[in-house]
């Protein structure tokens, strides 16, 4: 696989760091940008003919230690239908991105320090193919049981869809891993035995 159908695959909205990083130079990018190969959307940012830009994907890179939390974690992996005027970002303790950056991508950021903000981090597609960085389901569906800013509706309907997607063993076993050292309090295990009889 080439270098390009290999941006493509992973990032098919890019911004001009991550092609750096997959070994394109500025004067390959402009020439790609003007035989068409790539599109131009704005100022370092590009996609791919045939895809729509991917916002979730865009800010992942641009925000590169941020990771999608709460509703917006909810989103990508399927657990909720709402569709909310921000991003949810969660960022490590003393790493703090520009308000102006923050306000013109929509992100409403939270801070967590460096272990708890480690709990969960994994990897998904996006719906346009873009790789990025979100907590588990668990993790996700953990931190918004407990954030008093969530509407009841919301959680019920993740916990919902999250039961009957019959998660295996190992999830639950991993569930019940980062409630005991994130939320050891928390009601989450015992409404899903109730919603499960």
């Not at 599109?39 to 925000?63: A, N, W």
């Not at 709402?82 to 991105?97: R, S």
């Not at 950056?101 to 346009?128: F, M, P």
């Not at 916990?159 to 991993?174: D, F, I, Q, T």
Request: net charge positive; no cysteine.
């Amino acid at each position: 696989m080439d270098t390009l159908t290999k941006l493509e695959h992973d990032f098919p909205t890019f911004i001009y760091k991550t092609a750096q990083k997959y070994g394109l130079s500025k004067d390959e990018i402009r020439k790609l940008s003007t035989d068409g190969t790539i599109e131009k959307v704005d100022r370092g940012i590009y996609v791919f003919p045939g895809y729509l830009l991917d916002e979730f994907s865009l800010i992942s890179q641009k925000f590169s230690r941020g990771i999608f939390s709460l509703v917006s974690a909810l989103i990508i992996h399927d657990l909720t239908d709402e569709m909310p005027l921000h991003y949810d970002l969660t960022f490590p303790q003393g790493y703090h991105p520009s308000a102006a950056s923050l306000e013109k991508y929509h992100i409403k950021a939270r801070y967590l320090s460096k272990s708890r903000y480690l709990l969960g981090i994994t990897t998904a597609q996006t719906e346009n193919g873009g790789t990025i960085q979100v907590y588990s389901k668990e993790r996700t569906l953990l931190d918004i049981w407990e954030s008093k800013q969530i509407q009841p509706y919301i959680k019920n309907d993740a916990l919902k869809k999250y039961l009957a997607s019959s998660p295996a063993a190992k999830r639950v076993k991993n569930l019940t891993e980062i409630k005991n050292k994130l939320y050891p309090n928390s009601t989450l295990l015992k409404v899903m035995e109730v919603y499960q009889q």
